[in-house]
Nanobody, 124 residues
Framework: QVTLVESGGGLVQAGGSLRLSCAIS????????LGWFRQAPGKEREFVAG????????DYADSVKGRFTISREYAANTVYLQMNTLKVEDTAVYYC?????????????????WGQGTQVSVSS
């Protein structure tokens, strides 16, 4: 059983920054990738960013490229999402999830464990 716990969400003004954390309960070995997804009210959940644990390879949705940065910390078994220059349209519940394949997939079906989500609200 793997548990993922997100934290760091909150309310911020447009142009501001937040850093989300995703703590993973079990040691994450080289075969996993971690992804961040988000779901805005009335919309489907969408891929935001992903990172391959073993070598740090990353992938980003076009909507966040250049503004968001995903990273990992081995010792803490934690993945981060640094979000800068936030926009109102970034408002959503943000989820982290694990993909056991070790590749970064943008589709939800590849992910087997999900966190409970953390709310990010950006005001104008």
């Amino acid at each position: 059983q793997v548990t993922l716990v997100e934290s760091g969400g909150g309310l911020v003004q447009a142009g501001g920054s937040l850093r989300l954390s995703c703590a993973i309960s079990t040691r994450t070995y080289g075969q996993s990738s971690l992804g961040w997804f988000r779901q805005a009210p009335g919309k489907e959940r969408e891929f935001v960013a992903g990172i391959r644990w073993r070598d740090g390879t990353t992938d980003y949705a076009d909507s966040v490229k250049g503004r968001f940065t995903i990273s990992r910390e081995y010792a803490a078994n934690t993945v981060y999402l640094q979000m800068n220059t936030l926009k109102v349209e970034d408002t959503a519940v943000y989820y982290c999830a694990r993909d056991p394949s070790g590749w970064i997939h943008r589709g939800e079906a590849s992910y087997d464990y999900w966190g409970q989500g953390t709310q990010v609200s950006v005001s104008s």
